[in-house]
């Protein structure tokens, strides 16, 4: 399996170099930074602990709202000097509750509109799919055990935003800011959250 990995990653980097000498210019690459305040749902299991009894117990499925610092990898293939097509990758790691983990990962693309300019501003709007996993943990309720049970997921997904690029070189960029709205779809709910970036753009 090593060896297939190993051949499956030479074959991509080739086409990449392939395609990017021949489209000069054509191609964008963002790497950085993200935060993401993710609506994660977890459903929590009870064991009395009080000798004569316990209270009802608390809700079973809990909604927060943890804040997530994670990644951003994006590749947009420019089609004219204001429109290109993105490819976006994002991973958001944290705490959901107790000493539960969790992530957040989306896979989304879609075209960008951007103004060209040593400062240049662009909107995005990307669809596609996310994955959404919370490990086992235990949460503290008094007078219970409570424990939280692990579960993971897919769902749809899609991002609206933008952000500015500040160019420093002719191959390389700042984005300073980037800030999307990120809708997902899990357990038939509808999740809204917030999304910032900040990179480096490198152009080939």
Same mark, same amino acid.
């Given at each position: 399996?090593?060896?297939?990995?190993?051949?499956?990653?030479?074959?991509?980097?080739?086409?990449?170099?392939?395609?990017?000498?021949?489209?000069?210019?054509?191609?964008?690459?963002?790497?950085?930074?993200?935060?993401?305040?993710?609506?994660?749902?977890?459903e929590r299991s009870f064991t009395c602990e009080v000798i004569l009894g316990c209270p009802p117990p608390p809700p079973v499925?809990?909604?927060?709202?943890?804040?997530?610092?994670?990644?951003?990898?994006?590749?947009?293939?420019?089609?004219?000097?204001?429109?290109?097509?993105?490819?976006?990758?994002?991973?958001?790691?944290?705490?959901?509750?107790?000493?539960?983990?969790?992530?957040?990962?989306? @896979?989304?693309?879609?075209?960008?509109?951007?103004?060209?300019g040593k400062i240049s501003p662009f909107v995005h709007v990307l669809v596609g799919g996310a994955h959404e996993s919370i490990g086992a943990g235990v949460t503290p309720i008094t007078?219970?055990?409570?424990?939280?049970?692990?579960?993971?997921?897919?769902?749809?997904?899609?991002?609206?935003?933008?952000?500015?690029?500040?160019?420093?070189?002719?191959?390389?960029?700042?984005?300073?800011?980037?800030?999307?709205?990120?809708?997902?779809?899990?357990?038939?709910?509808?999740?809204?959250?917030?999304?910032?970036?900040?990179?480096?753009?490198?152009? @080939?």
């Amino acid at each position: 399996m090593r060896l297939t990995y190993r051949a499956m990653l030479t074959l991509f980097a080739l086409g990449a170099v392939t395609a990017t000498a021949g489209a000069q210019d054509k191609l964008e690459v963002f790497a950085g930074y993200s935060y993401l305040r993710p609506s994660m749902t977890s459903e929590r299991s009870f064991t009395c602990e009080v000798i004569l009894g316990c209270p009802p117990p608390p809700p079973v499925f809990v909604t927060t709202h943890p804040n997530f610092n994670g990644y951003e990898f994006s590749a947009t293939y420019k089609l004219h000097d204001w429109l290109g097509l993105t490819g976006d990758f994002s991973g958001h790691y944290g705490t959901v509750t107790g000493n539960s983990s969790g992530h957040v990962q989306t @896979f989304l693309f879609g075209p960008r509109i951007s103004l060209p300019g040593k400062i240049s501003p662009f909107v995005h709007v990307l669809v596609g799919g996310a994955h959404e996993s919370i490990g086992a943990g235990v949460t503290p309720i008094t007078g219970f055990s409570a424990s939280v049970i692990p579960a993971s997921g897919n769902a749809f997904a899609t991002a609206i935003g933008g952000g500015v690029d500040l160019r420093v070189a002719r191959f390389l960029s700042v984005r300073p800011i980037q800030l999307d709205y990120l809708m997902t779809r899990f357990n038939s709910t509808t999740q809204n959250q917030p999304r910032a970036s900040a990179g480096i753009v490198l152009r @080939f």
